[in-house]
């Protein structure tokens, strides 16, 4: 299979390491049963073998908002030193949140592991890498700082309306029937 030069760009590695000596953590993971796996598994092999990295594959089918068991036995394995960096296709592949991923990639650069990203020039392992992910940082605190100070002046707004701020109850489903069952009766 050969990889368009846009997927295939140029990842420089740490001097401590050369090229064929790095054994990665290739990431993969699917939001639905219907997309396919090797979309993202083809192209991350196949740059693995040009730049002759030992690999194993890591595969993310069955996960939630907040659980994904695969991703988090691969973190294990890295901080244990079995690997010497990740390697994705995408950074939402990885996180599902701006926040999840600084703070991933700064618990492996502490750790001395690299985070590589195939279709995006985020390398941990070099300069402009670092550069690219300081920045993504930067405009994660920046939305953090955004959205709580909405949420503080949407609150301050509904206190100064009389009402109580915050999300709505939910309904406990059996009190939700029992409505239903009277507006159906009621007419």
């Known amino acids: ?48 073998k040009l730049k002759g990295w030992e690999y194993e594959l890591f595969e993310e089918k069955e996960s939630t908002r907040k659980t994904r068991p695969i991703k988090q036995e691969l973190l294990n394995l890295l901080f244990k030193g079995k690997f010497d960096g990740v390697l994705v296709y995408k950074l939402d592949r990885w996180a599902r949140s701006l926040q999840e991923l ?18 995006q020039p985020i390398d941990t392992s070099n300069a402009s890498g670092m550069l690219m992910l300081q920045l993504l ?42 409505l239903n069952e009277e507006k159906t009766k009621n007419g």
């Open 1 to 48: 299979m050969v990889c368009s030069k846009e997927v295939l760009h140029s990842l420089t590695l740490s001097k401590a390491k050369g090229e064929s000596e790095m054994k990665v953590a290739i990431y993969i993971r699917v939001s639905r049963e219907d997309l396919k796996l090797e979309n993202q598994m083809n192209p991350l092999i196949e740059h693995c």
């Open 137 to 178: 940082g930067a405009f994660a605190e920046f939305e953090r700082e955004m959205i709580r100070e909405r949420t503080m002046a949407g609150l301050e707004r509904a206190r100064a309306e009389g009402r109580v701020g915050g999300r709505p109850r939910k309904t406990p489903p059996v009190l939700d029937q029992n």
């Open 102 to 119: 600084i703070m991933d990639i700064e618990q492996l650069k502490n750790r001395g592991k690299h985070f590589m990203v195939l279709t």
